[in-house]
């Protein structure tokens, strides 16, 4: 786990930045108030630090329970925008129930008059699930009788305690039992008691990360007889009234979450790079020391759009199909298509789907775990952040004391793009391509301006392979010029235009280059750039950029050709190594291309004897789909030069998510 360390940037605040650039500021002494900006908290402590977040530090004080608001009684909640580890939930048995005898959130708020009465089905026992959203490191559970109040057969509450019980608890949540609605145990047993007698139960447990807990009430010796009267069961209630269930804990969660709420910029903005400043804390002896060492990371994730819902709502019409209605109307005049003992069907007046606003919303960035990075986000004028703070250490967390996001002035109200291969620019779909074979693209970039903004100079087109390129065309028509200046990298290039676009020279610009596409899908991403300013790049979107184009996007896909190898065209710079040092074929060059990886992934060379014995096996950093290479020197591990003979020299890939081999035979001759 990532370890962080105390960072600050300086010459970045507001007080130094150039007037193009500002920055839009969480927490600190000159930011937007934490306690006033979030949507959701999960075990966030907004006190103890002015200015700062950081985890709550969970003691027997008070109970994991109370720290959390806004529970759930469903399995799975209603509500709009739920998602799984943003909201804790109390259910009983499979789906849970909201209605009063079954809310099992009445168990759990710290108020112990509030309790399901024992159930009077004796064919079922009752059970019920919690879950904290987040694991915990949990050290004691336990449950009691509300403290006043009867029976129907005059037994005092208080004196009814459940005979006989089990429980059992998970650190995340499993398919196995998560997907079912039927009773099963989630994890290891903590109790499983047969005989009991006593009104407050405490089950002390070792220190342990705990998110799910499952109680269940199992037959006893204790409960009534049952009578079988004209094929139902019928009696007493079973003994046992719980008042409220406890879990506590010590330390910080192995997460928490703060979740920002929608933010409104004022204005739509382009975004620049992404910073905080945070510090490694420990709790020893009881007191917080600095712990730079200390096995914690945060995560931040930043979403922006332009207006300020990112999901669209639709409710059926008099025909059964979906139309796009308000968030007011789906939220307070529809009904849900089922509830309890009806179903409504596809008719008015009934919620239909909720979709994401993909044309106005970005969609989460990768979590960035270092400051200092560009965002890549689309221009807005709206933001939401959410940071989850990690800890791998019951002891020790991060405080974040600020965030802020570096944002400037739009170059053009919107400028949009377009890629096409050169010999089919009007696809019946998106972009098709053969997988590692040079194809020529058409790539027409278009804007639009108020009279304010400056516009750009200067184009920056990211196709994850080397480009050569072909032409650049400006104007209406369009006219071959020369570029004023061309960068070429490996994964991008940039290329300045001879000519500033703005609202009064707004011409339209086509780039034609060839490329290889390694990857099933990726999407030539790029910016407009103003060099004669300290302003921040512009997003180009894709769009309808030209007519002489169909496919509106910046999307490129691979033709459906069956099963690709992630690993091709292996090729060594020599048949033979022949480490002598004498600096001819003293290192081996190995080359190959990389194919269908959605990200960066650990590449492994190893070398085998022809009996199939491994003897060598070297590690290399990560690397991503394209053309790739690495040395080796012929030596093994621990740096011992193999002996002379023929090998099989093989490259691999090890991920979670694919892994691949491919061999060729290598001689070794001193």
Same mark, same amino acid.
């Given at each position: 786990m990532r370890r962080v360390l105390a960072i600050l940037f300086p010459l970045l605040l507001p007080s130094a930045l150039s007037a193009q650039i500002s920055t839009w500021q969480l927490g600190g002494s000159d930011g937007l108030a934490w306690s006033a900006s979030d949507s959701v908290r999960i075990f966030i402590d907004l006190d103890s630090v002015p200015g700062a977040i950081q985890p709550i530090y969970l003691t027997s004080a008070q109970t994991v329970f109370s720290h959390l608001d806004n529970w759930s009684p469903w399995k799975f909640p209603r509500e709009i925008g739920y998602i799984d580890g943003q909201r804790p939930r109390a259910w009983k048995h499979g789906l849970g129930d909201s209605r009063t005898v079954h809310n099992a959130t009445y168990l759990i708020d710290g108020d112990s008059t509030t309790y399901n009465p024992p159930s009077s089905d004796l064919r079922n026992f009752d059970w019920f699930t919690f879950d904290v959203a987040v694991p915990v490191p949990a050290t004691r559970f336990g449950f009691f009788t509300p403290p006043r109040g009867f029976r129907s057969d005059g037994t005092p509450l208080a004196e009814d305690a459940v005979p006989a019980f089990e429980v059992s608890v998970a650190t995340e949540a499993d398919p196995a039992w998560h997907g079912h609605n039927s009773y099963a145990r989630i994890g290891p047993l903590i109790a499983d008691v047969a005989e009991n007698l006593s009104p407050t139960v405490r089950i002390d447990l070792p220190r342990q990360y705990v998110r799910f807990i499952r109680w269940r009430r199992n037959e006893s010796v204790l409960d009534p007889t049952l009578v079988v009267q004209e094929n139902s069961l019928s009696g007493q209630a079973r003994p046992g009234t719980i008042g409220d269930f406890e879990l506590y804990a010590r330390g910080v969660p192995q997460r928490v979450l703060y979740l920002s709420k929608i933010i409104d910029l004022g204005a739509e903005v382009n975004f620049g790079r992404l910073f905080w400043s945070a510090t490694s804390m420990r709790m020893a002896d009881g007191t917080l020391v600095p712990a730079p060492e200390a096995a914690v990371g945060l995560r931040v994730e930043v979403r922006t759009g332009r207006d300020q819902d990112p999901n669209i709502y639709r409710e059926f019409d008099d025909k059964g199909r979906e139309v796009e209605v308000s968030r007011q109307r789906y939220e307070f005049d529809l009904k849900e298509s089922q509830g309890y003992g009806y179903v409504a069907g596809e008719r008015p007046g009934v919620r239909a789907s909720v979709a994401y606003d993909e044309d106005n919303w970005t969609f989460w960035s990768p979590a960035f775990t270092a400051p200092g990075q560009p965002l890549n986000l689309h221009n807005g004028s709206y933001i939401q952040v959410k940071i989850t703070? =990690?800890?791998?250490?019951?002891?020790?967390?991060?405080?974040?004391?600020?965030?802020? /996001? #570096?944002?400037?002035?739009?170059?053009?109200?919107? !400028?949009?793009? *377009?890629?096409?291969?050169?010999?089919?620019?009007?696809?019946?779909?998106?972009? +098709?391509?053969?997988?590692?074979?040079?194809?020529?693209?058409?790539?027409? !970039?278009?804007?639009?301006?108020?009279?304010? *903004?400056? %516009?750009?100079?200067?184009?920056? /087109?990211?196709?994850?392979?080397?480009?050569?390129?072909?032409?650049?065309?400006? %104007?209406?028509?369009?006219?071959?010029? @020369?570029?004023?200046?061309? #960068? $070429?990298?490996?994964? #991008?290039?940039? !290329? @300045?235009?001879? #000519?500033?676009?703005?609202?009064?020279?707004?011409?339209? $610009?086509? !780039? *034609?280059?060839?490329? =290889?596409?390694?990857?099933?899908?990726?999407?030539? +991403? %790029? @910016?407009? /750039? =103003?060099?004669t300013t300290e302003r921040l790049p512009q997003p180009i979107r894709g769009g309808d950029a030209t007519a002489a184009v169909s496919t509106n996007s910046l999307r490129v896909l691979s033709a459906k050709t069956g099963f690709v190898n992630a690993i091709q065209n292996l090729r060594f710079s020599t048949p033979v190594l022949t480490p002598n040092g004498d600096r001819v074929n003293d290192l081996l060059q190995v080359s190959y291309s990389l194919f269908r990886l959605p990200a960066s992934v650990p590449v492994e060379l190893r070398a085998y004897s022809l009996d199939g014995r491994q003897v060598a096996r070297l590690s290399f950093a990560p690397q991503a789909a394209g053309p790739q290479h690495l040395r080796w020197d012929g030596r093994d591990a621990q740096g011992q030069l193999l002996p002379p003979g023929l090998y099989l020299l093989e490259v691999a890939l090890q991920s979670d998510e694919i892994s691949d081999r491919l061999l060729r035979p290598l001689g070794i001759a001193y």
């Open positions: 703070l =990690d800890s791998a250490d019951f002891d020790a967390f991060t405080r974040l004391d600020s965030l802020w /996001i #570096e944002q400037a002035p739009l170059l053009a109200r919107q !400028i949009v793009g *377009e890629v096409a291969r050169l010999d089919d620019p009007q696809p019946s779909g998106f972009t +098709e391509v053969a997988l590692g074979q040079a194809t020529s693209f058409s790539y027409d !970039i278009r804007a639009d301006f108020a009279a304010s *903004e400056s %516009g750009f100079d200067a184009l920056r /087109i990211r196709t994850g392979s080397r480009v050569h390129l072909q032409t650049l065309a400006m %104007g209406d028509p369009l006219v071959p010029v @020369e570029p004023r200046r061309v #960068e $070429i990298n490996d994964d #991008e290039f940039l !290329i @300045e235009l001879p #000519e500033r676009v703005h609202a009064a020279n707004n011409v339209p $610009i086509r !780039i *034609e280059f060839t490329t =290889d596409v390694f990857v099933f899908a990726t999407t030539f +991403e %790029g @910016e407009a /750039i =103003d060099t």
